[in-house]
């Protein structure tokens, strides 16, 4: 089977921007119209991640990134390795083009956050300095600017050093939970295996309800539950087209179809609610109020209400319910460990596989 796209998990994890709820049991609305097929004792392959010394080296960097000190410079021009606060405006043959311009932008030099390039005409550039430049956009760029030149007239306004404390046994004593550097080191390694492990789990459990996807069933669905996919989706894909500072085309190209996205969305809806129902599974009051008041606080909310103004109750507890599944499905699936090399070597991230649904819209009684 081959791989989802990222973007396609990342969406189906993030629909619960829907308001209002649905009146009738939901399993049985959603499992009713699907005919499951085998979902217990798969084979499923599960990539096992190494942790390398290099992993670990970059997490003592954020750690002590996360303690540094910035210190505005005036005296000398920008070097690599400065924060830098700039202005800048881009044309392409004289005329300005969307994302090219931007104020109180903030980059770091070296750190290859623009084309390529882009940050090298700004080392030595001194704060107040202004300065016009041509860069040339890469060959496969975004379909409409590869292989373009363009001409950027860049201001410096800030800059600023970044200066790290030093790594020493005084300063994990300090500020981490650990006595020594060596301790320090262990404990980030055990961290980021335990971090791999569930990335492991959770990707070897979506890969297993995509085949059960694959061996199921859809036989029609009523266009209310379609419809409510397609809001869920686009809800969805909006939320993350935002949060990237991009529309949702330039997030998934000019060919992307919103309803066969609903569509897939809504096939493996169908599927999860199928397999709640012959396992048992569900979400009581109990699991769903302690979720939400655990969480409302950290995405920033006051109080449950202002969260479930925008995090529906049935949609939460979809995501519950969802999480519930992929949980059986791994518990009882037969788990082939593979390198990453075995894992992504077929990958294909961007394809999507044929599901067995009629697409007819049937009524609610049928």
Known sequence: MKKRSILLILAAASVSLLSGCQKEDTTSKYAKYVTLGDYKGLTVDRVVYTVTEEDVEAEIENLLYSY???????????????????DYSGTIDGEAFDGGSESDCEVELGSDSFI??????IVGMKTGETKEFSVTFPENYDGEL????????????EIYQTELPALDEEFVKENTEYTSIADLEMGLREELEASNEDESNYTASYDALYMVIDNSTVGGYP??????????ITASNNQIAEMFGISVEELYGDDYDPDAAALDYLTEKLV??????????SVSDEEYQSYVEENYPLYGYET????????APESTKYELLYDKVL?????NSNLNDISEEEYFSDEDIFSEEDVSVEEESVSENE
């Open 304 to 311: 449950q209400e202002e969260y479930e103004k925008d995090y």
């Open 272 to 281: 999860v609610y199928a397999i709640a129902e012959k396992e048992d599974l």
């Open 116 to 121: 390529e390039g882009f940050e090298d005409q």
């Open 327 to 331: 949980s059986f499905l791994l518990d």
């Open 146 to 157: 590869d292989g373009k030149e363009a001409v950027f007239t860049v201001t410096v306004n």
């Open 223 to 232: 266009e209310e539950i379609y419809q409510e996919a397609l809001d869920e």
């Open 68 to 86: 540094s000190e910035t210190t505005p410079i005036t005296d000398r021009g920008a070097l690599n390795g400065d924060l830098v606060n700039i």
